[in-house]
Structure formats: structure tokens, C-alpha cells
């Protein structure tokens, strides 16, 4: 399991690399596509197969094509060369940083003594019935309640992001008036 683990953590790596440093556009929308479907793969191996299905569906799926959609739009090729900026650099590097610091406290993954493994909290079964309006079953209660809550507000974000990119990618009427004026 270990050596799966660390080999898609090791393609995830690369593959990262590789998008930020690639210079064709379309291979880097195949490479972000590629990111995505390991990014997949990873959650399905962290027993998180609704996050992967999601991951694997916008991030591969949805996010290409409008990827490749914009690319239609804009031509094949970045436009040139420009400088490493080290200031965005130098941010993602102290976030990085402060993230993996605040995982050390973390206890190890599927220790069987992590309070998460050993029992649901007592206040939260004892209030589960008020909380959850009568709902017979806990599990129940969390999928009806609080995912709920949690699915409307992902579902609420997808939306908006796609309303914006549609926004962004359409082309308004006097468009080809314009470019004619400019020419």
C-alpha cells in the first residue's frame, strides 16, 4: 500500500512541476487533466470515493473542456517568455511551509487509537435527535443534515464558477465591430 502511496504522490509531484513549467498550452491543459485524474486516485486510496468521483469529474472532466475552450479562443502558445517572479514564489513556499507545519500534531494515518476510531462523541449521539429535527439514525441524521448543508454550498460554488467562466468566455455582439475599428 505504502509503495502506491508514495508512487502517486510521486507523479503528483511531477506532474505539478511539469504544468508549471511546460510552455505549450495545450499539453498543459492535458497535464492539468492528467494532475486531476491522480488527484482522483488519491482520494479514492484515502476512502473518500465522493470527493474523488467529484475531483475526477470537474477537475478532469468540466475543467478540460473549458480549459481547451479558452485555448480555442486565445491560440495554441503562450505569448513569451517572462521572468520567474520570486515574490509569488516566495508566498507559496511560506503557505506550503505553514501547512506541513500544521499536520505535525497530526495523529498517524489510520492509527486505531485516534479518538476519531475509538467512539462518536456521547453529546453528539445524545444530541443528534433535537439537533436533527427527529431523524431516527445518526448517520442519517449527518448525511440529511450537515452534508446536506456541506453538498448545497459545493453545489453553490460549481454554479457560480461556471456562470463566471461563461461570463468570461462569451463573445459580446459588437465584438467584430470593434476588432474592425482597431484594424
Known amino acids: 500500500m505504502n509503495l502506491i ?7 503528483l509531484a511531477a506532474t505539478a512541476v511539469t504544468v508549471a513549467r511546460i510552455r505549450d498550452l495545450w499539453a498543459a491543459i492535458m ?7 491522480l488527484s482522483a486516485s488519491w482520494m479514492l ?4 470515493p465522493d470527493v474523488a468521483f467529484t475531483e475526477a469529474a ?3 472532466g468540466i475543467s478540460t473542456v473549458l480549459m481547451l475552450s479558452t485555448l480555442v479562443l486565445i491560440g495554441p502558445s503562450d505569448a ?5 517572479a520570486l515574490v509569488p514564489l516566495t508566498v507559496v513556499a511560506i503557505t506550503g511551509c ?6 505535525l500534531d497530526m495523529p498517524h494515518f489510520g492509527d486505531p487509537n485516534d479518538p476519531i476510531h ?3 462523541r456521547p453529546s453528539f449521539v445524545e444530541k443528534s435527535q433535537v439537533d436533527m429535527h ?3 439514525n445518526v448517520i442519517t441524521a449527518v448525511l440529511a443534515s450537515y452534508r446536506g448543508y456541506d453538498t448545497l454550498g459545493e453545489t453553490t460554488v460549481v454554479l457560480t464558477a461556471g456562470i463566471a467562466v461563461l461570463l468570461i468566455l462569451r463573445k459580446e455582439k459588437d465584438e467584430p465591430e470593434r476588432e474592425a475599428a482597431s484594424q
Open 58 to 60: 470537474v477537475g478532469a
Open 118 to 120: 475509538l467512539h462518536p
Open 98 to 103: 505553514a501547512l506541513v507545519y500544521g499536520t
Open 134 to 136: 427527529g431523524l431516527p
Open 5 to 11: 502511496v508514495f508512487t502517486i504522490l510521486a507523479m
Open 80 to 84: 513569451g517568455r517572462r521572468k520567474p
Open 31 to 37: 497535464f492539468t487533466g492528467i494532475y486531476s485524474f
Open 45 to 48: 486510496i484515502l476512502d473518500a
